[in-house]
Nanobody
Framework: QVQLVESGGGLVQAGGSLRLSCAAS????????MGWFRQAPGKDREFVAA????????YYADSVKGRFTISRDNAKNTVYLQMNSLKPEDTAVYYC?????????????????WGQGTQVTVSS
């Protein structure tokens, strides 16, 4: 089993920045790829970003490319999502997830473990 705990969410004005963290425990952190997803009220959960086991490959949704950066620190069992130039449409609950797959990381069904989520609210 893998336990994931997100932190770092909050309220920020448009144009501001936040950094989300996701701490993992359980299995060997470097064994799996990590992803961030988000879900806004009344909408489906959507892919935001993913990183492979080593951190060498990253993937982004078009809506966040150039503004968000995903990274991981395997020594600290933590994955991060640096969010810059935030927009009101980025408002959502953000979830981190872990996967033993190396492909299809944009698809939520690829992930086996999920955190409880952290709220990000961007005011205009």
């Amino acid at each position: 089993q893998v336990q994931l705990v997100e932190s770092g969410g909050g309220l920020v004005q448009a144009g501001g920045s936040l950094r989300l963290s996701c701490a993992a425990s359980g299995r060997t952190f470097s064994s799996y790829a990590m992803g961030w997803f988000r879900q806004a009220p009344g909408k489906d959960r959507e892919f935001v970003a993913a990183v492979n086991w080593s951190g060498g490959n990253t993937y982004y949704a078009d809506s966040v490319k150039g503004r968000f950066t995903i990274s991981r620190d395997n020594a600290k069992n933590t994955v991060y999502l640096q969010m810059n130039s935030l927009k009101p449409e980025d408002t959502a609950v953000y979830y981190c997830a872990a996967s033993l797959y190396i492909d299809y990381l944009r698809i939520s069904n690829t992930y086996d473990w999920w955190g409880q989520g952290t709220q990000v609210t961007v005011s205009s």
